[in-house]
């Protein structure tokens, strides 16, 4: 049974950091991309930043490249996004996912491609 759990969201002043874990159970972990996605209240889901297996490539989307910064150990088989300087706009709930692809794709902005996920961590950036 495939396990993927957030931790780390919280309350957090404008011009604040946080970072979250996404701790899995996945075997081979170097062979899945992870990602970083979330939604806010009344939005749809949406892209963040993705890693590809060995960490050697990440993308990130254009509201939080410079602020954000997606990482991987895996030893621990787990995923990480520190985020700094954060904004009233980035409250949401943040979602890990794992996008199984055997060294043989790039990390993915789409998260139809992302075949587990996690019950979601909430972030919540006050002005």
């Known amino acids: 049974h495939v396990q993927l759990v957030e931790s780390g969201g919280g309350l957090v002043q404008a011009g604040g950091s946080l970072r979250v874990a996404c701790a899995t159970s996945?075997?081979?972990?170097?062979?899945?991309?992870m990602g970083w996605f979330r939604q806010a209240p009344g939005k749809d889901r949406a892209f963040v930043a993705t890693i590809s297996g060995n960490g050697g490539s990440t993308v990130y989307a254009d509201s939080v490249k410079g602020r954000f910064t997606i990482s991987r150990d895996n030893a621990k088989t787990t995923v990480y996004l520190q985020m700094n300087s954060l904004k009233p706009e980035d409250t949401a709930v943040y979602y890990c996912?794992?996008?199984?692809?055997?060294?043989?794709?790039?990390?993915?902005?789409?998260?139809?491609?992302?075949?587990?996920w996690g019950q979601g961590t909430q972030v919540t950036v006050s002005s």
């Open positions: 996912a794992a996008d199984f692809q055997l060294g043989k794709r790039p990390p993915t902005t789409d998260a139809r491609r992302y075949n587990y």
């Open positions: 996945l075997r081979n972990f170097s062979f899945y991309n």
